[in-house]
């Protein structure tokens, strides 16, 4: 092998020349491989309003068929329209996730156009949970993330089921990152 710097025969697999102290082969770099640890989705009970909106057209529509001088025409429609309701509701659900991997933290957003935002867990300034009446009665929070990089750059996971088990995991795996 030659030294790069001064041109020296240095001996084989040698790191640094043995004239000039210049090095000749840069260490490899450690292999790190990232996992994930979790996928969070919004809560069906994001979607509560929908999903009674759509029942209460149901209803309404079934309602109407069976009525001795119903409407089947209108029946069908408001059934149509329950279903439509109700996928806009599952599409919404699933367009929404957060990511949690041994490195990072992403955020999905979207369906036809998406937007995706990741936030390095070594970066993670704060993590914190909030969590309405109405929340804690159903087992959701807020947990909010912010990063140390921005101080306008913050992922916030709307009602996800037990946000202080989601909280201590992204301190533990931060922490892990960090060591």
Same mark, same amino acid.
């Given at each position: 092998? #030659?030294? !790069?710097?001064?041109?020296?025969?240095?001996?084989?697999?040698?790191?640094?020349?043995?004239?000039?102290?210049?090095?000749?082969?840069?260490?490899? !770099?450690?292999?790190?491989?990232?996992?994930?640890?979790?996928?969070?989705? !919004?809560?069906?009970?994001?979607?509560?309003?929908?999903?009674? +909106?759509?029942?209460?057209? &149901?209803?309404?529509?079934?309602?109407?068929?069976?009525?001795?001088?119903?409407?089947?025409?209108?029946? $069908?429609?408001?059934?149509?329209?329950?279903?439509?309701?109700?996928?806009?509701?599952?599409?919404?659900?699933?367009?929404?996730?957060?990511?949690?991997?041994?490195? =990072?933290?992403?955020? #999905?957003?979207? &369906? $036809?156009?998406? =937007?995706? =935002?990741?936030?390095?867990?070594?970066?993670?300034?704060?993590?914190?949970?909030?969590?309405?009446?109405?929340?804690?009665?159903?087992?959701?929070?807020?947990?909010?993330?912010?990063?140390?990089?921005?101080?306008? &750059?913050?992922?916030?996971?709307?009602?996800?089921?037990? !946000?202080?088990?989601?909280?201590?995991? +992204?301190?533990?795996? #931060?922490?892990?990152?960090?060591?």
């Amino acid at each position: 092998m #030659r030294c !790069p710097q001064c041109g020296f025969d240095a001996a084989a697999q040698a790191a640094f020349c043995a004239r000039c102290g210049a090095r000749i082969m840069a260490p490899r !770099p450690e292999t790190r491989h990232e996992y994930a640890l979790t996928r969070i989705l !919004p809560s069906w009970w994001h979607f509560g309003g929908a999903l009674a +909106l759509a029942a209460l057209a &149901f209803l309404l529509g079934v309602g109407m068929m069976v009525a001795p001088n119903g409407d089947a025409r209108g029946g $069908l429609a408001a059934i149509a329209i329950a279903g439509l309701i109700t996928m806009r509701a599952t599409i919404a659900r699933r367009s929404t996730s957060w990511s949690l991997t041994s490195d =990072r933290l992403i955020e #999905r957003t979207g &369906f $036809l156009s998406t =937007r995706r =935002r990741e936030m390095e867990l070594a970066d993670v300034r704060s993590i914190e949970v909030e969590r309405s009446a109405q929340q804690r009665l159903l087992g959701l929070g807020n947990v909010k993330v912010a990063s140390a990089a921005s101080v306008d &750059f913050m992922i916030r996971m709307l009602d996800i089921p037990d !946000p202080e088990r989601m909280a201590e995991i +992204l301190r533990k795996a #931060r922490l892990k990152r960090l060591a």
